[in-house]
């Protein structure tokens, strides 16, 4: 099933953590229906038994990087 992935690092030099935008996982099955390969034609009650209707909780992921943040890189 698709799913989000958001991603917040670390940077230990200045003690900043930056979140990036959530990004979407493709599942790219046809039995998702948020999935690029969901058939047009499934619909109706046989979609809503056959087919995932909603996305999990997002994947959260966190890093640390022994560097600068891109803020404090710049300056």
């Not at 670390?10 to 229906?33: A, R």
């Not at 909780?57 to 300056?75: D, R, V």
């Amino acid at each position: 099933m698709c799913r989000r992935l958001q991603v917040r690092i670390f940077y230990k030099w200045c003690n900043h953590g930056v979140t990036y935008p959530d990004e979407i996982v493709q599942c790219y099955g046809d039995n998702c229906i948020f999935s690029p390969n969901h058939p047009p034609t499934c619909t109706g009650d046989a979609c809503k038994r056959r087919c995932w209707h909603y996305r999990p909780f997002p994947q959260q992921h966190s890093l640390e990087k022994q560097e600068y943040c891109p803020n404090c890189a710049n300056a």
